[in-house]
């Protein structure tokens, strides 16, 4: 095989940024309000990555309590220097912009440096041939002269303690042209070329008129520039998509890029797949990593091919050919029989370690997850008893099997598709005076979970079905291990989409339980899968 196919991270995985040390790339990402935070990627071709670890994942580290949507980690930027591993990111509405260290890129990493007067979102490192190492970062003029009026700002920062010294200074002004009012300049990076400085950055927000722009310095200039925009601006972007053609890509920017040691240049950056008429750009699977070549022209990076938009396919990196693909992440799907004391890299839960409420154990009954409830539900805010694993295809089936406790107290256990804690499709199975009932559920924002079917179950032990098609979503359950009655067909799940609830997520598929309980009140989960279809 000799192509690649976009996304090369599937499902709710934004704002990458990636570095090379020697033969090996290492690629971070946002998470926003979920735990562990940051997981990072490593590859030795561009194309083929799995999950070393988390960024952040310990309490001491994040310990995020009853988020709000949209929360949380945003933006993060990984560098290396003189043989330390930095990420640079964004706690919003806990903390404001951190720094975290490691030898290793698997970790351990450091507790956060928190950096005093470092205001605004999306930080980004550059450290110069002197040593000397500077804070990049997006925040608002003191007088914004219109809604969306942005700046990057520029300062020196000592890495290792966080603290910002000598003067800052505005080195970008509402974008790449001020008089046609741009929105949102943020994301930016600095790199340096050739004696130049270059400094690239996302401007229109991250929606569909989302872009990347480029600008940079004279030759010997410093790092204070003055920086000039590109008259081929925007390098990168697919606001021009305005057809509904088939598997359409929208919203593209916020990249980072990276040389190979060949000397090729690539970028990552974020990207949507939307299932229904462009133009609506309505997706569950929320932004997501996307992989495109690019080259050095008269001194300014573009696109290889020239033109702006991203494709669904390229030409693999000259590192990567030929190869099979087989490693691509999650192509083949997932599952989890919980056979390890600790849950795998693919899980999340909301906010905060379930080690702090203890709700999640692996080790009472080895081979089995077990899921105490807690009464924080999904659809507030909260810390529920929910992990979630994100939701990767436009069409997809997981399944689970569950066993519920047979001395249960008025609690609910099951697994959801939610989108943030406003939103979410359900099933649900929980004991009553009449016997087990599963139901399906549907909670919209500002409404109470709404039930839209249900049945009656012979046994304590069943299987759990989602599956999607685009915005149909579909759910079924099965008590005898092999065959399926479907519930509840054809739902309407674009609720699911950050273009209903708005926010900057993506939909993540849990196991759930909810309610009061005690230690004889945990939900059984046997194994769970997820494959595309």
């Not at 943020?186 to 600008?215: C, D, M, N």
């Not at 939103?423 to 979970?449: H, N, Q, S, Y």
């Not at 054809?490 to 993540?508: E, K, Q």
Request: a negative charge; one cysteine or more.
């Amino acid at each position: 095989m000799t192509t690649y196919s976009n996304p090369i991270l599937k499902g709710f995985r934004p704002d990458p940024s990636i570095i090379r040390v020697g033969n090996d790339y290492y690629l971070v990402v946002s998470s926003f309000e979920y735990f562990p935070g940051l997981p990072i990627y490593r590859s030795t071709n561009l194309v083929e990555w799995s999950q070393i670890g988390y960024v952040l994942n310990r309490t001491s580290q994040l310990d995020i309590v009853a988020p709000r949507p949209s929360s949380g980690l945003f933006a993060p930027t990984i560098r290396y220097h003189d043989g330390v591993f930095y990420v640079i990111c964004t706690l919003m509405n806990n903390g404001g912009n951190f720094i975290v260290t490691a030898a290793d890129p698997a970790g351990p990493w450091s507790d956060p440096i928190w950096i005093a007067g470092a205001e605004g979102i999306d930080p980004s490192l550059f450290f110069g041939d002197d040593g000397r190492c500077y804070y990049v970062g997006n925040g608002s003029p003191d007088e914004p002269l219109y809604d969306g009026h942005r700046t990057i700002w520029l300062q020196e920062i000592t890495p290792r303690d966080g603290r910002l010294i000598g003067h800052k200074a505005v080195i970008v002004n509402g974008g790449t042209d001020i008089t046609k009012k741009p929105i949102w300049i943020e994301g930016p990076h600095i790199y340096k070329r050739e004696g130049r400085y270059i400094l690239v950055a996302a401007e229109g927000g991250t929606g569909e008129q989302h872009s990347e722009v480029v600008f940079r310095t004279d030759e010997n200039a410093s790092i204070w520039g003055p920086y000039e925009p590109y008259s081929g601006n925007p390098i990168i972007s697919n606001r021009d998509v305005t057809d509904s053609g088939e598997n359409p890509i929208t919203c593209t920017g916020h990249a980072d890029l990276v040389e190979t040691s060949d000397g090729e240049l690539w970028a990552v950056l974020l990207g949507c797949r939307p299932y229904a008429p462009t133009f609506e750009n309505w997706y569950n699977t929320g932004r997501e990593t996307f992989l495109v070549p690019m080259a050095w022209r008269n001194g300014w990076p573009v696109t290889r091919d020239g033109s702006a938009r991203v494709k669904h396919s390229y030409d693999l990196p000259s590192i990567a050919v030929p190869v099979e693909l087989g490693g691509l992440q999650d192509a083949n799907g997932y599952f989890d029989d919980f056979g390890s004391e600790t849950l795998g890299h693919e899980w999340y839960a909301i906010g905060r370690s379930p080690e702090i409420d203890g709700w999640l154990d692996l080790s009472s009954q080895p081979g089995k997850l077990r899921i105490q409830p807690r009464v924080d539900c999904l659809g507030t805010l909260g810390n529920p008893a929910f992990i979630g694993y994100r939701q990767r295809d436009l069409a997809f089936e997981a399944t689970a099997r569950i066993t519920l406790p047979e001395v249960a107290g008025p609690a609910q256990y099951g697994m959801a598709v939610q989108q943030n804690n406003t939103t979410f499709l359900a099933i649900m199975a929980r004991i009553t005076d009449g016997g087990l009932v599963v139901t399906v559920e549907r909670k919209c924002p500002d409404e109470l979970p709404e039930i839209i079917a249900s049945a009656i179950i012979p046994n304590l032990t069943l299987d759990l079905r989602i599956a999607a098609d685009g915005r149909d979503y579909n759910f079924a359950i099965s008590t005898d291990g092999a065959h399926f009655k479907e519930l509840a067909s054809s739902i309407d799940g674009s609720i699911l989409s950050t273009r209903y609830t708005g926010g900057f997520v993506g939909a993540m598929i849990g196991l759930y339980a909810v309610g009061e309980g005690d230690g004889n009140s945990a939900m059984g989960v046997d194994w769970f899968s997820y494959r595309p279809l």
